[in-house]
């Protein structure tokens, strides 16, 4: 499920504390790996 992936990614696979750092690399990663789950939600597509 696309939604339980982001989830996991953002509370078990990152710290906390990175939530709240501007880094650029962090971005890209984050943009990397769920630019594809914003552009099915963005259409209406994504169903939870």
């Known amino acids: ?5 982001f989830i ?3 509370f078990k696979e990152i710290e906390p504390a ?3 750092i501007k ?5 890209n990663q984050i943009t990397d ?4 789950i ?3 939600a963005k259409q209406g597509e994504l169903v939870h």
């Not at 499920?1 to 992936?5: H, R, T």
């Not at 790996?33 to 594809?36: A, Y």
């Open 18 to 20: 990175r939530w709240w």
């Open 23 to 27: 880094e650029t690399s962090f971005d």
């Open 38 to 40: 914003n552009e099915v």
């Open 8 to 10: 996991d990614f953002w």
């Open 33 to 36: 790996k769920f630019l594809v």
């Open 1 to 5: 499920m696309i939604v339980q992936e």
